[in-house]
């Protein structure tokens, strides 16, 4: 391994994050062709369905016959098995490339191993580990999916100075901005990148709630509402059947709706490890629980979850709904959005 090596791995990893948000249920990757330490070509997966990484740096490369004295760097192994489309492993080979480097093994059954096994029986030199973690960081949502078997879950909400998520009286259904506008902005690009939203019956009544990306481009998320008896009224905004939503509750509406369906859930038993498996079955990757602070604390309380986006604003309460109880937490970074703070924390 080498510093050039890891540099060409480093730009895999870049290219490949331009798919955030838009490759699932299939992994972000990226990759990189060189000749003679000189980039030829550059490509990364950028829709489910659509050609991988690998094919697209093949493609990208305008002299062909340079390919078999090339290296092709890949930041997840490629695959070897035929999908929506052919195996990237029978690419490479197809086109005599001699050398692979891979940022990290693929956790996916189908694949885990037999793309390395493939192209090693066909004669190329293969590399196995480059920036191993920084691969592996990239796909935290696919990695944590199939090694868990569960989404890669997101804690998420703001709070005043003095901690508080609500104030205690409201005047009016809708919500209490404690954040102002920029990390709002910020919450919406979140959720254009992730799967789903959950949100408990309280944040509902109390904010009528649209859950969606209308401050950011991209598509929205399915809507996760836990209602166990339906009683949010019919004219609230996640009833509008405009995106993907889901109830989790113990009854079932006759209606019938184009995108809104219902999952019955027993709420005697635990609550965050069902929504779990519930997104599993359903071959969702990652999950964004928005509040309120009871359904919060529920996955804090199961050690259910993977990091905590907590905002602070420059307001303050007095006296309110307080924010969920967080003693174990590893502090990864702060970003700041004027007055307001957004402190990142990680599940190590």
């Avoid at 003679?36 to 070509?41: A, F, L, S, T, Y």
């Avoid at 490369?61 to 092709?72: D, G, R, W």
């Avoid at 038993?269 to 969702?284: A, R, S, V």
């Avoid at 905590?308 to 970074?333: C, E, V, W, Y």
Wanted: charged share 25%.
């Amino acid at each position: 391994m080498t510093g050039f090596d890891n540099e060409m791995m480093k730009r895999c990893i870049q290219l490949a994050n331009n798919g955030l948000g838009s490759t699932y249920p299939n992994p972000m990757v990226g990759s990189v062709i060189t000749c003679k330490e000189k980039i030829i070509g550059e490509g990364w997966h950028k829709k489910a369905g659509e050609p991988h990484a690998e094919v697209n740096a093949i493609n990208s490369v305008k002299n062909k016959e340079l390919l078999t004295k090339s290296s092709i760097y890949v930041s997840l192994e490629p695959c070897s098995h035929f999908g929506k489309t052919p195996p990237c492993s029978d690419l490479i080979i197809k086109h005599k490339i001699p050398k692979v480097i891979i940022g990290t093994t693929d956790p996916f059954a189908k694949v885990c191993g037999n793309g390395i096994k493939k192209l090693k029986e066909a004669g190329c030199e293969v590399i196995v580990g480059v920036l191993e973690k920084e691969c592996q960081e990239l796909n935290k949502r696919f990695f944590t999916f199939h090694q868990k078997k569960r989404p890669y879950i997101f804690l998420k909400w703001a709070e005043t100075r003095d901690g508080f998520m609500a104030p205690e009286i409201r005047n009016k259904i809708a919500p209490q901005w404690i954040t102002n506008f920029y990390s709002r902005q910020y919450v919406h690009k979140m959720r254009s990148q992730e799967q789903a939203i959950l949100v408990g019956t309280n944040t509902v009544l109390h904010d009528n709630p649209k859950l969606n990306t209308r401050d950011w481009f991209g598509q929205n998320p399915l809507r996760m509402i836990i209602d166990r008896n339906l009683k949010t009224p019919r004219n609230f905004s996640v009833w509008d059947d405009t995106q993907p939503t889901l109830f989790l509750s113990e009854k079932t509406e006759n209606q019938l709706f184009t995108n809104t369906c219902f999952e019955k859930t027993d709420f005697s038993e635990n609550l965050p490890q069902q929504i779990c498996d519930i997104l599993y079955k359903k071959n969702i990757q990652s999950l964004i629980v928005e509040g309120g602070s009871t359904v919060l604390q529920q996955f804090i309380n199961e050690n259910l979850w993977d990091e905590a986006f907590i905002f602070k604003g420059n307001t303050s309460f007095g006296i309110g709904r307080q924010a969920p109880d967080f003693q174990q937490k590893t502090l990864i970074t702060i970003y700041e959005f004027e007055n307001d703070k957004l402190f990142i924390y990680k599940n190590l």
